[in-house]
């Protein structure tokens, strides 16, 4: 067995974390890691300015214009809670998709199950695609948001937000875009996606620490505050401050977590987006035709890879998928995610509801020899099944 | 809209239910795992082994499960891959082909611990 640990969880979380960004964390935070935004000292306008010079990186990374609308949570789940409190009202309707994580459905379903909102969950294809016209068809007088995930994190397929964000522009109606699976591997921009909010996480693609996240919001879309506290800015007043980011971002930021965020964009923009994702989808791809020759493994959605990011779903005929992760590690200390991977609905309409699948999802810092580790690991459980 | 149906199981627990077996009242979980290790015994064990279509539980067999209770009973908690893997002193892949039912509805359940708080 190989010692090394074969990573091909990504999905979850990126791991390793590079180096570079683990030591622009600690030595930034050793120098200078005061209270951002509260003091008037020269160091805490100094920690500000690190704080401010991320929100501008980010905004460029996502073509958003206002720097001050991008909002530091601290996950996407969070980013999208804040979104959600903060725009729906009783009587609305919300449409959003199948393909969703439980970072979307459940808030909605908190909501839904209170009688406030109604919802529409859009189907996705035979190809792991939802059809722009599915959504139109939903669109009702009181819809007030659609909520698409921009790739999905059980089958990597990327959504055509393109166009949903067309048709949703043309009617008026806010796009909320959950680029947990696809910021940092694909490029992003807002204003040509026409969508009025982006939630992404750090410590994904990013390759920033876990407990990062945020939500950049179009200066058109107002979202309301629905937590109040210190901002740092305007307090004899009682009033939470209403002014962005500060409206959305009551208590301390997490700014150890700021600077590794910040540091990871560096990290993959100094990388290429264009080339990390060739880099991950030669590696897909070679891992999809080497399991495409194991008559015993199944794949979802992965004929053609052309709108992918690097996962992939998979079974092991007649084997438990948690059996098949707890081989792969134990056996060939290879890390997959196996089970439902927190979007209950994909694995219903693939069939898998019952145990899900075994997901294998690229990084950077993968290798053919890995791939190549993981087919011969997935090809000698034939005997299993 | 998700119907009715789908909601109720989506949204439903875990399906916490009486059983007798040996002539005891254990709680099982909706996959079968124990809701309380304790209720465990090797009488217990051969009755499940048998349902699951294992009509006798080898030395191979018992070696596994007492791992698993003794690991259980010391840490609280299952034992990591590698720790099952040397304490049975056999690979995973041959755990989960030794029980009818795999490692994990198999010899874990089997072993009376209960369910993994996974995303399952």
Same mark, same amino acid.
């Given at each position: 067995m190989n010692d090394r640990l074969i990573y091909l969880d990504n999905a979850a979380t990126t791991f390793p974390k590079? !180096? +570079?960004?683990? %030591?622009k964390m600690l030595e930034t935070y050793i120098r200078v890691g005061v209270s951002p935004g509260r003091g008037s000292y020269d160091l805490a306008m100094q920690v500000e300015d690190i704080v401010e010079e991320a929100r501008k990186k980010l905004a460029r990374f996502f073509g958003a214009p206002d720097p001050n609308r991008v909002v530091f949570t601290a996950n996407a789940t969070d980013a999208l809670n804040l979104a959600f409190s903060g725009l729906l009202q009783p009587g609305d309707h919300v449409i959003t998709t199948r393909l969703e994580h439980n970072s979307v459905l459940r808030p909605l379903h908190h909501f839904l199950e209170r009688g406030w909102i109604t919802c529409d969950h859009v189907p996705f294809d035979c190809k792991g695609f939802v059809d722009p016209n599915e959504i139109l068809r939903c669109i009702k007088p009181n819809t007030r948001v659609v909520v698409v995930t921009h790739a999905s994190n059980v089958l990597g397929t990327v959504q055509p937000v393109e166009e949903i964000g067309r048709l949703c522009a043309g009617r008026g109606i806010p796009l909320i875009i959950d680029a947990s699976q696809?910021? *940092?591997? /694909?490029? /992003?921009? $807002? $204003?040509?996606?026409?969508?009025s909010a982006v939630v992404f996480t750090g410590h994904k693609a990013f390759y920033g620490p876990t407990g990062t996240g945020g939500l950049v919001i179009h200066p058109e879309l107002d979202i309301k505050a629905s937590r109040f506290g210190g901002t740092g800015v305007d307090s004899k007043s009682l009033v939470h401050t209403p002014s962005y980011p500060h409206r959305l971002e009551p208590g301390t930021i997490n700014l150890m977590g700021i600077i590794g965020l910040s540091a990871g964009i560096d990290y993959i923009t100094q990388k290429g987006l264009a080339a990390i994702h060739r880099q991950e989808m030669t590696l897909l791809r070679r891992l999809r035709d080497g399991l495409s020759d194991l008559k015993h493994v199944d794949m979802y959605c992965a004929d053609d890879l052309s709108n992918h990011v690097a996962v992939l779903s998979t079974n092991v005929n007649g084997v438990n998928p948690a059996d098949v992760g707890d081989i792969l590690d134990g056996d060939y200390h290879i890390a997959v995610r196996v089970g439902l991977h927190c979007a209950p609905l994909v694995h219903h %309409?693939? *069939?898998? /509801? #019952?145990? *899900?699948?075994? !997901?294998?999802?690229?990084? /950077?810092? #993968?290798?053919? +020899?890995?791939?190549?580790?993981?087919?011969?690991? $997935?090809?000698? $459980?034939r005997s299993q099944s | 809209m998700i119907d009715s149906e789908e909601h109720q199981k989506l949204v439903s627990d875990l399906g916490r239910q009486p059983r007798f077996i040996a002539g005891r009242e254990i709680y099982l979980d909706w996959e079968g795992f124990f809701w309380d290790p304790a209720d465990w015994n090797e009488e217990v064990a051969k009755i499940l082994a048998r349902e699951s279509g294992i009509e006798v539980l080898t030395e191979t067999h018992w070696k596994i499960l007492r791992f698993f209770r003794e690991y259980y009973s010391c840490h609280g908690r299952a034992p990591m891959n590698r720790h099952l893997k040397e304490g049975a002193g056999i690979s995973l892949k041959e755990i989960g082909a030794l029980f009818t039912e795999g490692i994990r509805l198999g010899a874990r359940r089997l072993a009376g611990l209960p369910n993994p708080k996974s995303c399952f």
């Open positions: 590079p !180096r +570079e960004v683990l %030591d696809s910021a *940092g591997k /694909i490029p /992003i921009d $807002m $204003m040509a996606l026409q969508a %309409d693939l *069939g898998t /509801i #019952n145990g *899900g699948s075994v !997901r294998f999802s690229l990084g /950077i810092f #993968n290798t053919q +020899e890995d791939v190549d580790q993981a087919i011969k690991a $997935m090809a000698s $459980m | -």
